[in-house]
């Protein structure tokens, strides 16, 4: 299952978006264990929950979907979205053929 993803930490109150096509527990995990290096964003804190996961039709989607939300720059968007479902639904089908 393909999936774009959002977590957040407590301790830097920010969000981050993902696209993955695997376990997205296992995604969290590794960014919670510095997996990915210490090089990268989410290497700054160990505290990751997951807040949303937004399902999608593949890889290539998922993708696109993660650009979306990461070019709108908001933390009250991301709020928005875990909220409203009709809000997660046309963005969704807003990226489905691009």
Known sequence: MACTYIIHSNTL???YIGACHQSVQDRIDAHNSGKYGSHR??????????????ECDNYGH???LERKIKRVKSSRY????????????RIINETKNI
């Open 41 to 54: 964003f989410t290497a700054i804190a160990n505290d990751w929950e997951l807040v949303l996961i937004l």
């Open 13 to 15: 109150k920010k969000y």
């Open 62 to 64: 998922a993708l696109r």
């Open 78 to 89: 991301i709020k928005n979205l875990v909220q409203f479902e009709e809000m997660r639904d």
